[in-house]
């Protein structure tokens, strides 16, 4: 036999993907799984992700626009009609409502005649990064823990080859973390998640090398690879420590750091979006080079991510990616390549030693949930970001397309923008609410709200969560009722923001463009008489991207700006009201998830009727050239995309605006 037959197994292929309804995304997984993909990657919409049903006020705009709609059992048999479960091995991005989604997955599993201890497949189910970055919690700290030690108890008991957590660093590094904070946080959750599960006392202390054994992460590999390399070495080597001398593992198969890995979509620029897919090659390569450092699965993003949403072909184009490194490349024929190199061991021993440190500190705080409540973990992570964004802005990191080369040919896909992306039907809600409606007229009432009561009871108690949980999966409740009887009991959560405690990340000594528009600001406001200018920093819908409009609350207070952000999940009711209270001069609102050209006209129409229709109104996100067209015939004053990287220019024409709004002449001073 040759050496070129011995080839190691490829990691699994995945394609994040799910939008618009059951239907249409159950037809997508059967045309990728056509293609070759080795595991399904369930995107869901926001509304369930957040729990709430489509008809719920906070969902509109939102419905099957970054996901797939899952109200209800029948929704999920509808997702996986025609797919034999027991054969899968489904990743499920979904964290507050973890627990739920897996009980729906479980019932349709049972109904096709499926051995549930064969189930394969993972929940992400990792609530520290959403009050830190991703903002989809629901619940305080304390009840959320206890849903996520109920679900580890519950699949290691019943559904064994399940991953009931996949504790994800990918949007600490989205967030602005560096190599050294991805580790630490996504380790200190860990250990916050492995010590709540000991300390419950539902898995006996010599079963709980199996509790470690499921224990998966999901991480980011950005385009710096060889320091990503490096980061996953570095994450390996503290997994083994910390399970081994905190947990006392001896089997060296239940220490495994065990991830899976979805390339940085942080990196990826709307200018020259073609130079996307040579960035993903390189982030894959982090993560696949090294074998004692490779990925269990890989998923990739598509070229096209910083427009809108992929089509088809692209998400085909990014497994095409993998396949062919996979298939074509040498690169499984090999034991690890890098295995002895002093450059690589020197980088991972500082990772290391700088991330125990790190780990300590939390730990001295009292543990990862302490480290949320307090705000530390996200002034530290807003703090990264403001740094990194001050470096793209000098020109000191560099993007290509971005702020060095950025004269280009004209480009071939992007011709027709319109078309160079996926967009959702906006009739496409109302059907769904439609066959929400007509799912609860046809349920068992009796039975659906009996369910409801028994986990309520559950939940004031301390039994495990689970066993309810099917109940109503079963009975036919819905992601909004589940949600809502939980939020009953536990209460909801507000997260800190972290943006009045991070430090100033750009200076502004005379003649630096911050302090141009220090100038521009302190003059405005002496001219309005209005003391200091206000700005509300506004994230209607359910989007929990806040990093850019922290960015933005920040550079504005640096410049002199009061600044009103109140975090994200508000209504355009409560943003309007906001506005007139604090008496702003602007509003600013962010939304990355499309459902822009619901809320944002919202907000506008709220404005008028209020009288107050001369606050400008600017809006930032991921919003199509026909879509910032539109909102501006609307009454928009200004729409900003990932392609305006430049902070301070963007707070220089919001005094603009200001200005123009209230027939100021406009300043000559340069932003």
Same mark, same amino acid.
């Given at each position: 036999?040759?050496?070129?037959?011995?080839?190691?197994?490829?990691?699994?292929?995945?394609?994040?993907?799910?939008?618009?309804?059951?239907?249409?995304?159950?037809?997508? $997984?059967?045309?990728?799984?056509?293609?070759?993909?080795?595991?399904?990657?369930?995107?869901?919409?926001?509304?369930?992700?957040?729990?709430?049903?489509?008809?719920?006020?906070?969902?509109?705009?939102?419905?099957?626009?970054?996901?797939?709609?899952?109200?209800?059992?029948?929704?999920?048999?509808?997702?996986?009609?025609?797919?034999?479960?027991?054969?899968?091995?489904?990743?499920?991005?979904?964290?507050?409502?973890?627990?739920?989604?897996?009980?729906?997955?479980?019932?349709?599993?049972?109904?096709?005649?499926?051995?549930?201890?064969?189930?394969?497949?993972?929940?992400?189910?990792?609530?520290?990064?959403?009050?830190?970055?991703?903002?989809?919690? %629901?619940?305080?700290?304390?009840?959320?823990?206890?849903?996520?030690?109920?679900?580890? *108890?519950? *699949?290691?008991?019943?559904?064994?080859?399940?991953?009931?957590?996949?504790?994800?660093?990918?949007?600490?590094?989205?967030?602005?973390?560096?190599?050294?904070?991805?580790?630490? $946080?996504?380790?200190?959750?860990?250990?916050?998640?492995?010590?709540?599960?000991?300390?419950?006392?539902?898995?006996?202390?010599?079963? &709980?090398?199996?509790?470690?054994?499921?224990?998966?992460?999901?991480?980011?590999?950005?385009?710096? &690879?060889?320091?990503?390399?490096?980061?996953?070495?570095?994450?390996?080597?503290?997994?083994?420590?910390?399970?081994?001398?905190?947990?006392?593992?001896?089997?060296?198969?239940?220490?495994?750091?065990?991830?899976?890995?979805?390339?940085?979509?942080?990196?990826?620029?709307?200018?020259?979006?073609?130079?996307?897919?040579?960035?993903?090659?390189?982030?894959?390569?982090?993560?696949?080079?090294?074998?004692?450092?490779?990925?269990?699965?890989?998923?990739?993003?598509?070229?096209?991510?910083?427009?809108?949403?992929?089509?088809?072909?692209?998400?085909?184009?990014?497994?095409?990616?993998?396949?062919?490194?996979?298939?074509?490349?040498?690169?499984?024929?090999?034991?690890?390549?890098?295995?002895?190199?002093?450059?690589?061991?020197?980088?991972?021993?500082?990772?290391?030693?700088?991330?125990?440190?790190?780990?300590?500190?939390?730990?001295?705080?009292?543990?990862?949930?302490?480290?949320?409540?307090?705000?530390?973990?996200?002034?530290?992570?807003?703090?990264?970001?403001?740094?990194?964004?001050?470096?793209?802005?000098?020109?000191?990191?560099?993007?290509?397309?971005?702020?060095?080369?950025?004269?280009?040919?004209?480009?071939?896909?992007?011709?027709?923008?319109?078309?160079?992306?996926?967009?959702?039907?906006?009739?496409?809600?109302?059907?769904?609410?439609?066959?929400?409606?007509?799912?609860?007229?046809?349920?068992?009432?009796?039975?659906?709200?009996?369910?409801?009561?028994?986990?309520?009871?559950?939940?004031?108690?301390?039994?495990?969560?689970?066993?309810?949980?099917?109940?109503?999966?079963?009975?036919?409740?819905?992601?909004?009722?589940?949600?809502?009887?939980?939020?009953?009991?536990?209460?909801?959560?507000?997260?800190?923001?972290?943006?009045?405690?991070?430090?100033?990340?750009?200076?502004?000594?005379?003649?630096?463009?911050?302090?141009?528009?220090?100038?521009?600001?302190?003059? *405005?406001?002496?001219?309005?008489?209005?003391?200091?200018?206000?700005?509300?920093?506004?994230?209607?819908?359910?989007?929990?991207?806040?990093?850019?409009?922290?960015?933005?609350?920040?550079?504005?207070?640096?410049?002199?700006?009061?600044?009103?952000?109140?975090?994200?999940?508000?209504?355009?009711?409560?943003?309007?009201?906001?506005?007139?209270?604090?008496?702003?001069?602007?509003?600013?609102?962010?939304?990355?998830?499309?459902?822009?050209?619901?809320?944002?006209?919202?907000?506008?129409?709220?404005?008028?009727?209020?009288?107050?229709?001369?606050?400008?109104?600017? %809006?930032?996100?991921?919003?199509?050239?026909?879509?910032?067209?539109?909102?501006?015939?609307?009454?928009?004053?200004?729409?900003?995309?990932?392609?305006?990287?430049?902070?301070?220019?963007?707070?220089?024409?919001?005094?603009?605006?200001?200005?123009?709004?209230?027939?100021?002449?406009?300043?000559?001073?340069?932003?």
């Amino acid at each position: 036999m040759t050496e070129r037959q011995k080839k190691d197994r490829p990691w699994l292929m995945r394609t994040y993907a799910g939008h618009s309804t059951a239907e249409a995304s159950n037809e997508l $997984y059967r045309r990728n799984l056509a293609k070759g993909q080795t595991g399904l990657s369930v995107a869901f919409d926001l509304p369930t992700q957040t729990g709430y049903d489509p008809d719920h006020i906070l969902a509109r705009g939102e419905v099957g626009r970054v996901g797939v709609p899952v109200s209800h059992l029948g929704d999920m048999r509808r997702l996986f009609q025609d797919i034999p479960l027991e054969q899968m091995n489904t990743s499920m991005t979904i964290n507050a409502t973890a627990m739920w989604l897996l009980a729906l997955y479980q019932v349709v599993a049972e109904e096709q005649g499926a051995d549930v201890t064969r189930l394969q497949g993972t929940t992400q189910n990792d609530i520290v990064k959403e009050y830190l970055s991703r903002g989809t919690h %629901v619940f305080p700290p304390g009840p959320s823990l206890r849903l996520t030690t109920d679900m580890i *108890t519950y *699949t290691v008991n019943h559904i064994p080859k399940w991953n009931p957590i996949n504790i994800c660093s990918y949007h600490l590094q989205e967030a602005g973390a560096t190599p050294v904070q991805e580790i630490s $946080y996504a380790m200190s959750t860990a250990i916050a998640v492995l010590d709540a599960v000991r300390d419950s006392g539902q898995v006996p202390a010599d079963r &709980f090398g199996e509790v470690v054994a499921r224990i998966s992460f999901f991480v980011n590999a950005g385009v710096r &690879f060889i320091e990503e390399m490096c980061k996953m070495r570095a994450f390996g080597r503290i997994w083994d420590k910390v399970t081994r001398e905190r947990y006392g593992i001896e089997d060296a198969k239940q220490r495994r750091f065990r991830y899976g890995v979805q390339v940085n979509s942080l990196g990826l620029t709307e200018a020259q979006p073609e130079n996307n897919v040579q960035r993903i090659v390189l982030e894959m390569l982090a993560v696949t080079l090294s074998k004692d450092a490779r990925a269990r699965a890989v998923q990739l993003p598509a070229w096209n991510e910083a427009l809108g949403l992929p089509r088809p072909w692209d998400q085909q184009w990014s497994l095409r990616i993998q396949q062919v490194l996979a298939h074509e490349s040498d690169l499984l024929e090999y034991e690890d390549i890098f295995a002895g190199s002093h450059v690589i061991e020197a980088k991972v021993d500082s990772l290391v030693e700088e991330c125990l440190a790190e780990i300590d500190r939390i730990q001295e705080m009292g543990g990862a949930m302490a480290a949320v409540e307090s705000g530390y973990l996200k002034s530290q992570l807003v703090s990264s970001h403001a740094e990194r964004r001050a470096r793209i802005e000098a020109g000191d990191e560099k993007i290509v397309g971005v702020n060095i080369y950025e004269t280009t040919e004209e480009n071939p896909l992007t011709a027709d923008l319109d078309t160079a992306i996926m967009t959702v039907d906006p009739a496409n809600e109302a059907k769904v609410v439609a066959k929400l409606h007509e799912w609860r007229d046809n349920r068992d009432e009796a039975r659906a709200q009996e369910a409801l009561a028994a986990l309520k009871a559950t939940a004031a108690g301390d039994g495990n969560l689970f066993a309810a949980t099917l109940e109503c999966a079963r009975a036919g409740v819905t992601t909004g009722e589940w949600s809502w009887a939980l939020r009953d009991v536990f209460g909801e959560f507000r997260a800190p923001t972290g943006v009045s405690s991070a430090p100033v990340a750009v200076t502004a000594e005379e003649g630096t463009p911050l302090a141009l528009v220090r100038e521009k600001v302190t003059r *405005t406001a002496d001219e309005l008489g209005s003391g200091r200018l206000r700005l509300l920093v506004g994230k209607p819908g359910l989007d929990g991207h806040s990093n850019g409009a922290e960015q933005i609350a920040v550079r504005a207070r640096d410049a002199g700006f009061e600044v009103v952000y109140q975090g994200i999940r508000l209504t355009p009711e409560q943003i309007v009201n906001a506005a007139l209270a604090e008496d702003v001069h602007c509003v600013g609102l962010s939304i990355l998830s499309g459902s822009h050209a619901e809320l944002v006209p919202d907000v506008l129409d709220r404005l008028r009727e209020a009288g107050a229709e001369d606050i400008p109104v600017i %809006v930032g996100g991921i919003i199509p050239n026909a879509d910032a067209a539109d909102l501006k015939r609307a009454g928009v004053a200004a729409v900003f995309t990932p392609k305006d990287f430049g902070i301070t220019e963007i707070i220089g024409r919001i005094v603009d605006e200001i200005r123009k709004a209230n027939k100021l002449d406009p300043l000559e001073v340069p932003a």
